[in-house]
C-alpha cells in the first residue's frame, strides 16, 4: 500500500494530548456511548440551521465502495431524497484505503459538502486544521444521539464535528457448521485458543485467516494481545507516546504473537482482508480476527446465520477478557459546503434512527449509534454484537484512531509489517519504532 512516509505529510503537527478509546461500561438505549475525547475547536462550516431552506444537491465523499456498505449508504440517499423533494445525494465513491490516503489534499481543495469518516484523532485532526464544519445545531435537531456520544464528537470548546452512524466489535469470527463438523469448542485461554489451532492444522484446516496488505489490519492483532496482556490503561498510554516501546511489556505482546504465526494464513502482506475473510466464508480457515464487517463478504440469509464470534480469549488471569475494540464511523461536513443547508439536512438525516435502520439492515455488520434504533430488527448477529459490547469493561477504538495517525501510518503499520516478515528481529523493530515515536510525539 502507499501511505505517507513522513511527518511532513500529515501537514502539520498533531497535539500531544491522546484521545482514548471508550473508557468503562456504558450503554445508552443499544448505543455504546464513547469515553470523552479532548478534541481541538474548529472553525464553523457557516451559520445556517438544519431547519434552513434545503434545496439542489448535495456532494457527498463516500468511502464506503466496498458492495454491501456502498448499496447501504446508496439505500439511505434514496429515502433521503424520497423524503426531500428538490434535493439530490450526488456521490463521489471512492476506494476506502485510496480516500484515506488522500484525505488531506481532498479536503485542502474543492471537497465535497459533506463525507464519511471516523471519530477518534481521525476527526480530530481535521478539526485542528478548519478543515471541518461545526454540526452542534445539526446534533441539537437530532434525537436519539447519546451523550457520551456527543462528547467524543465535539471539539475542545463544545463543538460537535462529527455525526456518528455505526460501530462495530473486533472479534474472533467463525462458521458454525465447520465448527460442529470438525467438533471444535470456544476456547477460553491462550493455551486452549493454540491447542485448538494444532487440531485444525492436524487436519489440514488452516486456524486464522490473517492479511495485511493495506497494512492497518495486522494493528487489530497487536491492539488485542496488548489490551490482553497489558490492560486497556496501558493501551491508551502505549498509543500516546507515554511509554518505551522497547519495553518488556511491548516485547511480551510481539513474543507472544510469534508464537502464534504458524497458525496464520501465510503470504499475509499480499492479501486484502477481502480475501482472507473469504477464505473464512468457503471453510479455507476455520477463525478470523476481525472487526465484524467481515461480515459483508457472506451472503445474506443462510451465509451471515452460519456466522458466529467469541471474544479473543485469556492471556492473562489478572487482566482478563473485558476490553474490546470498537470503532465508530460516521460523517463530517467540508468546512465551506457549497450546499450547507442540504448538507445539514443530509448529515441530521444519517445521525436519524430511520436512517441508521436503512443502514444496519442493508449491512448487518455493523450497529446502529442512535438510541433510537429499532434493535427489535437486529440479526442474531447484530444482537449479539451489542451483547459483548453491553458487557465490555473498556472500549479501544483501534490503534490508528487511539494514536496519532502520523505515528499509526507512518511507523506502526510498516513495523508491523517488518515484525510479519521477520518475527526474530523483534528487538531491532520496536528499537526503531522507539526511535520514531520520540521524534513524532515531540512535535
Not at 473485558?322 to 463530517?332: K, L, Q, R, V, W
Request: hydrophobic share 40%; net charge negative.
Amino acid at each position: 500500500m502507499s501511505r505517507p512516509q513522513t511527518e511532513a505529510e500529515y501537514l502539520a503537527r498533531f497535539p500531544a494530548a491522546p484521545v482514548s478509546g471508550f473508557s468503562r461500561r456504558t450503554l445508552l438505549g443499544g448505543a455504546l456511548a464513547l469515553g470523552a475525547m479532548g478534541l481541538s475547536a474548529c472553525s464553523s462550516g457557516g451559520t445556517t440551521s438544519p431547519g434552513a431552506a434545503a434545496s439542489g444537491e448535495i456532494t457527498f465523499g463516500n468511502n464506503q465502495a466496498d458492495p454491501v456498505p456502498k448499496a447501504a449508504i446508496e439505500a439511505a440517499a434514496k429515502a433521503f431524497q424520497d423524503a426531500n423533494a428538490g434535493l439530490t445525494v450526488k456521490m463521489n465513491t471512492v476506494a476506502h484505503t485510496t480516500f484515506q490516503e488522500n484525505i488531506n489534499n481532498y479536503l485542502q481543495g474543492s471537497p465535497d459538502d459533506a463525507f464519511g469518516w471516523f471519530a477518534g484523532y481521525r476527526g480530530r485532526f481535521f478539526a485542528e486544521k478548519n478543515l471541518v464544519g461545526d454540526l452542534s445545531d445539526v446534533y441539537q435537531a437530532t434525537p436519539g444521539i447519546p451523550e457520551g456520544l456527543k462528547k467524543a464528537c465535539s471539539t475542545e470548546d463544545g463543538k460537535q464535528i462529527i455525526m456518528p452512524a455505526t460501530y462495530y466489535p473486533w472479534v474472533v469470527l467463525y462458521r458454525k457448521s465447520v465448527w460442529e463438523k470438525g467438533g471444535y469448542e470456544v476456547p477460553k485461554t491462550l493455551d486452549e485458543f493454540k491447542a485448538l489451532g494444532d487440531k485444525m492444522k492436524g487436519e489440514g484446516v488452516v486456524p486464522l485467516a490473517f492479511a495485511d496488505k493495506d497494512g492497518w489490519e495486522a494493528m487489530g492483532t497487536f491492539d488485542i494481545l496488548n489490551l490482553r496482556i497489558n490492560g486497556y490503561d496501558y493501551h491508551i498510554s502505549l498509543l500516546s507516546g507515554k511509554e518505551d516501546w522497547t519495553s518488556p511489556k511491548v516485547t511480551t505482546v510481539f513474543d507472544t504473537w510469534k508464537g502464534l504465526l504458524p497458525y496464520h494464513q501465510p503470504d499475509a502482506l499480499g492479501r486484502s482482508w477481502q480475501e482472507a475473510a473469504q477464505a473464512l466464508q468457503k471453510g479455507q480457515a476455520a477463525m478470523y480476527y476481525l472487526g465484524t464487517f467481515a461480515a459483508q463478504q457472506f451472503a445474506k440469509g443462510a451465509e451471515q446465520d452460519d456466522l458466529d464470534f467469541f471474544t479473543f480469549p485469556e492471556v492473562d488471569s489478572a487482566i482478563g477478557t473485558g476490553a474490546i475494540e470498537a470503532p465508530t464511523d460516521g460523517f463530517m461536513m467540508s468546512k465551506r459546503p457549497k450546499n450547507e443547508a442540504g448538507a445539514k439536512k443530509w448529515l441530521g438525516y444519517l445521525g436519524s434512527a430511520a436512517a441508521q435502520d436503512i443502514l444496519v439492515q442493508a449491512d448487518p455488520s455493523v450497529i446502529a449509534t442512535s438510541q433510537k434504533a429499532d434493535v427489535a430488527k437486529y440479526t442474531g448477529l447484530q444482537t449479539k454484537m451489542l451483547g459483548v459490547l453491553k458487557d465490555a469493561t473498556d472500549v479501544a477504538l483501534f490503534l490508528d484512531r487511539d494514536s496519532r495517525p502520523d505515528f499509526a501510518s507512518t511507523v506502526m503499520g510498516p513495523a508491523l509489517q517488518s515484525f510479519l516478515k521477520t518475527p526474530d528481529d523483534i528487538a531491532t523493530i520496536l528499537k526503531n519504532v522507539e526511535a520514531q515515536k520520540k521524534s513524532i510525539f515531540a512535535s
